[in-house]
């Protein structure tokens, strides 16, 4: 029972992150949940990178590149 739980849970959370293209700040607030929360379960769930790539291809997101000086540019 407790392995189909966390695999209802996990497909949830899934399905949540689709719906909101990987936004994690939207997905938690969808949810009802801290963004910490989320990201715990996505960590447990091994979702993090799945999220990552979602917001990429929707171009939310891309990488960041950053200088020697740590600061971070959008060329």
Not at 3 to 16: M, P
Not at 31 to 39: F, H, N
């Amino acid at each position: 029972m407790a392995k189909y739980l966390r695999r209802c849970e996990r497909d949830f959370i899934l399905k949540a992150l689709k719906m909101h293209r990987g936004h994690n700040s939207q997905t938690a607030l969808w949810l009802g949940v801290s963004r910490r929360a989320l990201y715990d379960k996505m960590r447990d769930y091994g979702l993090d990178g799945e999220a990552s790539a979602m917001r990429t291809e929707a171009g939310i997101m891309g990488p960041r590149k950053v200088d020697l000086n740590g600061n971070s540019s959008d060329d």
